[in-house]
């Protein structure tokens, strides 16, 4: 057993030693509760909001420096970081009304706020972004995959996501790291923004689609490829899978054709078109 301890350290030598996952799942969990859960009691007491603050710095300070070992670059992204959060808070405190405003079964902002896992999916996305934007890229794709695990929603932290994004129901959706996403867009369960190849030397090309501002993607819909364009205004409809431009005020959907079998001899073959 000692050479099998000895080929696993070995195997590790040069690798970072990171800090356990559940830190950063506790660290996120915290600073979710305190942007967005805090009760108004509390917030009418400003010693404890800044009580609260200060123990996050220092938990995510800590956390930083094992991804930026040098003290003074982790106190910088730390700094940098926090600053950012105001800004941050308000986009998604949009995203969430953004959420209210097209969901009939929301009865209130705080229910997107409290009970929404498609809200703590962007929410996560956000701050994510914000530390892929600082080259803390290991430590926010570490948060993404946490809000992945959490609700089955996969943001890519590269992705670039504009104002009032909305997404409804959310489960199964996938969002890929060149993904360009303009505002009021809103999609629903199952879509796919991906690319068309998979190949490791187009890792630093866009690979995946852009679509623009106003457009709705229904559920179970793909869209591939860097080079495919959603016009701003469109709609997408169901199952739609998609790998070119379409221009603004588009509307493109799946036509689905049903045939009863009967005692005749069966039709040609249904073909669909997009």
């Given at each position: 057993m000692n050479s099998f301890y000895q080929e696993i350290a070995n195997q590790h030598q040069n690798l970072l030693i990171l800090p356990p996952k559940k830190l950063i799942h506790h660290f996120i969990d915290e600073l979710f509760c305190v942007l967005f859960s805090t009760t108004s009691k509390s917030l009418g007491n400003i010693t404890i909001i800044e009580g609260k603050f200060t123990e996050l710095e220092i938990q995510f300070n800590e956390l930083v420096?094992?991804?930026?070992?040098e003290s003074e670059e982790s106190q910088w992204q730390t700094k940098t970081f926090f600053e950012a959060l105001p800004g941050l808070h308000k986009k998604v405190i949009d995203d969430a009304r953004t959420i209210f405003a097209k969901d009939p079964a929301a009865k209130t902002l705080e229910e997107v706020l409290y009970s929404y896992p498609v809200f703590f999916a962007i929410a996560i996305y956000r701050f994510s972004h914000q530390l892929w934007e600082q080259d803390l890229k290991l430590l926010a794709r570490t948060i993404s995959e946490y809000a992945h695990i959490k609700t089955s929603i996969e943001i890519h932290p590269g992705a670039?996501?504009?104002?009032?994004?909305?997404?409804d129901h959310g489960t199964g959706i996938v969002i890929g790291e060149t993904a360009v996403i303009g505002n009021n867009v809103q999609i629903y369960q199952g879509v796919t923004l991906g690319a068309l190849s998979v190949k490791k030397e187009e890792a630093f090309i866009k690979r995946h689609?852009?679509?623009e501002d106003n457009v709705v993607i229904y559920a179970n819909s793909t869209i591939l490829g860097g080079q495919t364009t959603v016009g701003r205004d469109s709609i997408i409809g169901g199952n739609v899978w998609l790998t070119y431009t379409v221009p603004s005020n588009s509307v493109v959907y799946h036509k689905n054709e049903m045939k009863v079998k009967d005692n005749n001899p069966f039709p040609e073959p249904i073909f669909y078109s997009i």
């Open positions: 420096l094992d991804f930026a070992p670039q996501i504009g104002d009032d994004f909305a997404i689609p852009t679509i």
